[in-house]
């Protein structure tokens, strides 16, 4: 594949050759952000290779994203911004990801990723730059054919026009593509866009509705194995011993391989290397991961956040401050380990000839996977080549950087020399996969006459997922910041004369990752929930309670007030409905929400959630509230039943018979308002999910009296009508 070693020039010639029509790849300086600035040591400043345009003599555009699509509706809003600038018609474009290279490496984190819910704020400027780009060239071809200068040349749907003469940027693609690049890439001004800012509707959508789209689990190769591997039972167990001889006599099991995390078998087809597998009758040196279990860890973690962490956030004087508190209220949370548990299994195809390898795999680090998979073969990583599918969900559970299953499937081609196909069963994935960490809080609270906190100790314990990875030079003075976002950046503390938040880091053989949201799933029910205990204690609406709090942050009071404005907060609610509200940041977005329930007969009713999301400029409204609605109910799901529990190392649950989601019948209403925001771009993937389980269980205060300091909710007998 074309790689930025390559000069534009000559990348634009063979672009020309090979498809007969215009290619594009430009440069722009990398974009600065907070988000992964420095987690990836060693590989920021400096330049980034972006994404491609295509345009064909036919006027197809084929745009292809550096990002990958995985529900979050990327497949649209970026093409968006290449055809706003582009001046395309919107019928002609169609997309493809890009496979594993550096010209799709990320702008801010400097590798080829999606997550972070940043793909439209990172992508937004040098998105709209090739597209400008390539409408420059389009139009100055356009004005050689016409012997006038560009500016007599105007745009319009994928047309040039001069007076009644018109020429399509097909016709105009190659000889476009023989232009010097231009020196500037003005952009046009926010009152001229046409796509930007407004809805579209998915341009994955008829794909995926009358099955064409492309998944990992599509993939058939000829002559291509089906691949199941057996790992150890206990987190961090080994192989001691195994008996082939009666997994190979099961029909269609082709072959069974030791790999280093455990015994592959390969057979014709899924169900005989799964009953093979049944067979393998393996000894397993189980390690220390067999003497782990959740009642004994939780007891551990209290009694570490029962004393002060390493500080990740500190004010004032703690002492002084409870010495001089009216009240003082102590809480403790706590947080069960969760699983991404994507819809689609985790999968990876691997082919090996001579000395390269392609790979097919719904990954959301292709560049990462790809240089794995290279050092597992003793490749050069340009020998592999990573085919990105559409995946079923990642939720971040498809981006490893120790590339798990795909180094996996990889491993298991080299030992058999053969094309497989590996295939992780949900349970696979669920009992030996990776986690959101589980936490504790302990938090001690003083306030003063007005109930209003003036002294905060707040104390965390859990594993980092930072630590032992490429991303532990992000650890700064013994903190993941992982760990403690949403806490120690928290608006609320910043109104605490005197605060305290410390950090113990636990280590347990549970390998775990982030998470949709990551650390905010965690503080921020923290946050919002002890923030609504304060208003109780004070004697306060919780609404004007964080009013008054969140007075210096105009970002989440705009979210705050449309949220209650559109939920009628404060009106007259239906007999036996209640409301909760709650308001959380992350990733750069600012969202409230307000559920509204009822208990009908002793069981939870979520009757509707009201959104509100100041995240800047919405370039897809329709996807910023797909993305909230996605987010609510992946929200209700960990509040309603998300909890993995572990004995004698070995995870209890199994599928989505024991590790639940919320079903159509528990959904709420959901009603999302966008607020109107020129402030800078945030994401719109993750920050959704926080303020569901706080605003939930708020809700459920203002029904029973009965404050929820750990989840899931199940847990608390509220199960749903």
């Known amino acids: 594949m074309v790689e930025q070693e390559i000069s534009r020039r000559n990348f634009l010639k063979a672009g020309a050759l090979l498809s007969g029509g215009l290619l594009i790849s430009f440069t722009i300086p990398q974009v600065g952000g907070r988000l992964g600035k420095s987690i990836i040591p060693g590989i920021e ?73 940043s793909t439209t704020w990172s992508e937004f400027d040098r998105y709209r730059k090739a597209g400008a780009a390539a409408r420059i060239l389009l139009t100055q071809a356009a004005a050689n054919r016409w012997r006038v200068t560009p500016d007599k040349v105007k745009t319009a749907n994928g047309l040039a026009i001069l007076g009644d003469t018109k020429l399509s940027y097909g016709e ?46 599509d993939m058939q190769l000829p002559g291509m194995l089906i691949a199941v591997v057996a790992h150890s039972p206990v987190f961090g167990g080994k192989v001691l011993s195994f008996n082939a001889t009666r997994a190979k006599a099961v029909k269609g099991v082709k072959q069974v391989v030791q790999i280093p995390t455990g015994v592959a078998v390969l057979a014709d087809n899924y169900w005989s290397a799964n009953e093979g597998k049944k067979l393998l ?36 004087d703690l002492t002084a401050g409870f010495a001089g508190a009216a009240k003082i209220i102590e809480a403790e949370y706590v947080f069960p380990y969760l699983a991404h548990a994507p819809m689609e299994p985790l999968n990876c195809t691997v082919k090996i000839t001579g000395d390269s390898c392609e790979i097919w795999s719904g990954t959301q680090l292709p560049g990462v996977d790809r240089d794995n998979a290279a050092r597992i073969l003793g490749m050069k990583s340009e020998n592999v080549t990573l085919n990105v599918p559409f995946l079923g969900g990642g939720f971040g559970r498809r981006a490893t950087m120790a590339s798990d299953f795909v180094s996996e499937a990889v491993q298991i081609a080299k030992a058999s020399h053969q094309t497989v196909k590996m295939i992780w069963s949900r ?61 120690k950046d928290s608006p609320y503390l910043k109104a605490v004369p005197a605060h305290y938040v410390g950090l113990h880091t636990t280590k347990e053989v549970v390998p775990v990752l982030w998470y949709r949201s990551v650390g905010n799933t965690h503080t921020g029910f923290v946050m919002e929930t002890i923030i609504d205990e304060l208003a109780t204690n004070a004697g306060k609406d919780p609404l004007e309670y964080r009013r008054k709090l969140l007075k210096d942050s105009p970002r989440h009071l705009a979210a705050l007030n449309l949220a209650a404005e559109k939920a009628g907060w404060g009106k007259k609610l239906p007999a036996g409905h209640y409301h909760g509200i709650a308001v959380h940041e992350a990733f750069k977005s600012y969202v409230a929400e307000v559920a509204e329930i009822s208990l009908e007969g002793g069981k939870l009713k979520v009757h509707k959630v009201t ?15 797909a993305q909230m609605e996605s987010g609510i109910i992946f929200g209700l799901t960990m509040a309603l039943y998300g909890e993995l529990s572990i004995e004698n190392g070995r995870l209890q649950q199994n599928n989505f018979y024991d590790y639940k989601i919320a079903r159509m019948n528990e959904a709420p209403q959901i009603d999302v308002h966008i607020v109107d925001s020129k402030e ?23 029904a029973t009296g009965k404050r929820i300091y750990d989840l899931p909710l199940m847990n608390h007998n509220f199960i749903t009508a």
């Open 611 to 625: 959104c509100a999301i100041d995240l800047g400029l919405a370039v897809n409204p329709d996807g910023v509230r």
């Open 281 to 316: 009758n393996i000894i397993w040196n189980e390690g220390e991961g067999a003497n782990l279990n959740t009642a004994s860890q939780m007891a551990a973690y209290k009694k570490l956040a029962s004393t002060n962490g390493l500080p990740a956030q500190k004010q004032g």
């Open 680 to 702: 800078e771009m945030g994401g719109a993937g993750e920050p959704c999910v926080p303020p569901l389980a706080p605003a939930l269980c708020n809700a459920i205060f203002a």
């Open 172 to 217: 105009l693609a190659t000889e476009a593509a023989l232009l010097p690049e231009p020196k500037e890439i003005p952009l046009r001004a926010a009152t001229d866009w046409k796509y930007v800012g407004k809805g579209k509707r998915r341009l994955d959508a008829p794909a995926k509705t009358n099955g064409s789209a492309r998944f990992g689990m």
């Open 427 to 487: 349970e696979d994935d669920m009992k030996g996969g990776y986690y959101r960490p589980a936490y504790v809080h302990k938090l001690r609270i003083g306030t003063d006459a007005d109930g209003m906190p003036v002294a905060w100790q707040h104390n965390i314990a859990g594993q980092s997922i930072m630590a032992g990875t490429p991303m532990a030079a992000g650890i700064k003075d013994g903190i993941d910041d992982s760990s403690v976002e949403g806490v």
């Open 45 to 117: 400043g400096g330049f980034t290779p972006n994404a491609f345009l295509n345009i064909q003599p036919d006027n197809k555009i084929t745009i292809i994203l550096s990002h990958t699509e995985m529900g979050q509706g990327i497949w649209t809003t970026l093409p968006m911004l290449i055809a706003e600038e582009l001046d395309a018609d919107w019928k002609n474009i169609t997309v493809e990801h890009a496979p594993a290279g550096k010209p799709w490496n990320h702008t801010t984190y400097g590798i080829q990723i999606t997550g972070g819910s």
